[in-house]
């Protein structure tokens, strides 16, 4: 019945002059980035560049102090990379304890963890912060590690839960059997077993903190382990409207996530869709 | 992609739980329990720092922070109790019930509009197009990106002399071009297109797991007994894909409350504070003018919506499936 008609093909055709309308916003992007100094004043915002200039990108990834790019991407890697480690070794573990357990505490603390997903960070925010700048960990890097695993530990958690109470006991029965231990089993069988839950829960939260500009510019705003956003934020808010500039610096700020993006397309789609459900 | 639709359904009754806690005939998601006590695999105390951290991230910080909402305090030095007066103080002041506006018109815009576009897309990509997995991937695109970085986009595109208004003049339309941003009426409706714009992709992808788990043969079936293409929408794939309204609408509401970064990005909260919301007031009430008290009172304002709009979202998708 939903055979392939000339009605179909129609359908398809709108749908990807929908889509390159709904995408238009990046040909802004790109060709305005191309623009020199110059020609980005002079030439019209629809017309692509008469000859591309790279020049932008050379002044965006060469700023220093408050707009340091560079040190933004790689502040942003090791935050975003520390944060998903920790994720998936604490959530794995609790959340395998949250499945696994039959005692009515595991229940209640599970309960405590939905919740937490939903709560929003702003009320919280204040008190951390004044935490934080008392222990004189704004501005670093590993105290906001700490806080993004905080965040996220209840959404990870939740996925990984989810996730143990398909799986049945079986491979941890025979393993007992073969005398492994249960850290044994839980690293060795368990966990690999998991590699979706960890592909989705790396993915999601990865995602959040890497596009994370609330938190991080509270409490790094200003320092040297400043991430990606906040810089290209401090960098933007000191340009008047050098489109082509600004232009750079957000392409910049792309081209990590959208490479990995187009190469795990399928990986990302399927985290959000089965992953998020809190 | 049927199971990833089932564990959806699970979530929902799971929220709704917590909700109602006492509630016969429920089903367990978890296997019939085994023996009773002691766990046969894992430590219990493997638990315990994972429990920590949302409990003092969470629960503790959070805590302290309602606690600060009925203070004063600068953030440094003394404080005294003031009871309400923070929040008797919000409801008089014309910038915080914009702000509270706002968050509202954000929120259920951005749902509705989002939701609607992208269980359009869903659905026109869902059966017979050879292309549906590139053009889902392009829809999806934007989901992945910085809110921040794709709100400077559309900075310039709502530009005053930006692609918008100059597309505008070439069809005859001066009139209609304006400065956008700069705009006391039109500021807040930039920042919805961007809301909407960002969120049609993610919707999209939640109905096209929920449309992957509806059977053909039932919209055959419904097609055969002489359903209207409507009538086939409305009375078969619309009741299958409850769960699936329930996720995207909850999500969606839940971080709509939220916005900042792209008021940030695009207006900072002006012109005039037309765009200010709950989130960008708590971050400039605490943050740049250093008054923690009030701040914190507009941040449980805040929290206090978002709870009960969670609940209540739950409670209605979830009630309404269960007519079935």
């Known amino acids: ?278 | 992609m049927s199971t990833t639709f089932r564990a959806g359904e699970v979530a929902a009754t799971e929220t709704e739980r917590v909700v109602l806690p006492r509630r016969a005939g429920r089903r367990h998601p978890v296997p019939a329990p085994r023996r009773k006590g002691l766990l046969k695999f894992g430590y219990w105390w493997w638990a315990l720092p994972g429990i920590l951290f949302v409990v003092g991230i969470h629960y503790v910080a959070t805590s302290i922070g309602g606690f600060f909402s009925f203070t004063n305090w600068t953030g440094i030095g003394a404080f005294e109790l003031v009871g309400l007066d923070n929040f008797v103080r919000i409801f008089q002041d014309p910038t915080k019930l914009g702000a509270l506006w706002n968050t509202l018109f954000l929120a259920f815009g951005s749902v509705i509009l989002s939701n609607i576009l992208g269980l359009g897309v869903a659905l026109g990509l869902n059966r017979g197009l050879k292309s549906r997995y590139i053009l889902r991937t392009l829809f999806f695109m934007p989901v992945v990106l910085s809110p921040l970085a794709t709100s400077y986009i559309w900075k310039f595109i709502f530009d005053f002399n930006g692609p918008l208004n100059l597309i505008l003049r070439g069809l005859g339309l001066d009139t209609v071009a304006r400065a956008w941003i700069a705009d006391p009426t039109w500021a807040i409706w930039t920042i919805l297109v961007v809301l909407v714009w960002q969120n049609i992709g993610f919707a999209m992808v939640i109905y096209m797991a929920g449309l992957a788990a509806v059977p053909v043969e039932i919209e055959e079936a419904a097609a055969i007994d002489g359903a209207s293409l409507w009538q086939r929408f409305w009375h078969v794939t619309l009741p299958s894909i409850r769960p699936a309204v329930a996720i995207a609408t909850t999500l969606g509401l839940v971080n709509g409350l939220r916005v900042f970064d792209q008021i940030m990005a695009l207006t900072g909260g002006g012109p005039a504070a037309a765009t200010e919301t709950l989130a960008t007031q708590v971050y400039k009430q605490s943050f740049a003018l250093g008054n923690f008290g009030y701040g914190a009172a507009l941040a449980l304002l805040l929290t206090l919506i978002i709870l009960a709009f969670a609940v209540v979202q739950q409670r209605v998708t979830a009630g309404r499936s269960k007519e079935d």
């Open chain 1, 1 to 278: 019945m939903f055979r392939y008609t000339k009605l179909t093909g129609l359908r398809e055709f709108l749908f990807w002059v929908a889509a390159l309308v709904f995408l238009l916003p990046f040909y802004f992007l790109v060709t305005t980035a191309l623009k020199s100094d110059r020609e980005v004043i002079t030439s019209s915002t629809l017309a692509p560049p008469t000859a591309p200039d790279f020049g932008n990108f050379v002044k965006v990834l060469t700023a220093t102090g408050n707009s340091n790019v560079v040190m933004g991407l790689i502040n942003s890697i090791i935050i975003t990379a520390g944060s998903i480690v920790l994720l998936v070794l604490l959530g794995s573990l609790t959340g395998y304890v949250i499945a696994r357990s039959t005692r009515r505490w595991s229940r209640v603390v599970y309960y405590l963890f939905l919740v937490a997903i939903v709560l929003p960070t702003q009320l919280g925010t204040v008190p951390l912060y004044i935490g934080a700048r008392a222990l004189g960990l704004t501005g670093s890097a590993w105290g906001m590690i700490v806080l993004y695993t905080g965040m996220l530990l209840p959404l990870s958690i939740f996925l990984y839960a989810g996730f143990f109470r398909g799986l049945g006991t079986e491979y941890e029965e025979a393993a007992t059997i073969d005398g492994a231990s249960r850290t044994q089993i839980f690293f060795r069988i368990v966990l690999p077993l998991m590699s979706p839950a960890t592909g989705t829960v790396a993915i999601l939260a990865g995602l959040i903190v890497w596009n994370d500009f609330f938190t991080s510019l509270i409490f790094l705003g200003g320092s040297a382990n400043q991430t990606l956003p906040v810089a290209m934020y401090y960098y933007i808010g000191s340009l008047v409207s050098a489109w082509n500039q600004i232009f750079a610096i957000v392409i910049v700020s792309m081209i990590p996530i959208l490479a990995f993006y187009l190469f795990a397309q399928k990986r990302f789609i399927q985290g959000f869709a089965g992953g998020l459900k809190g």
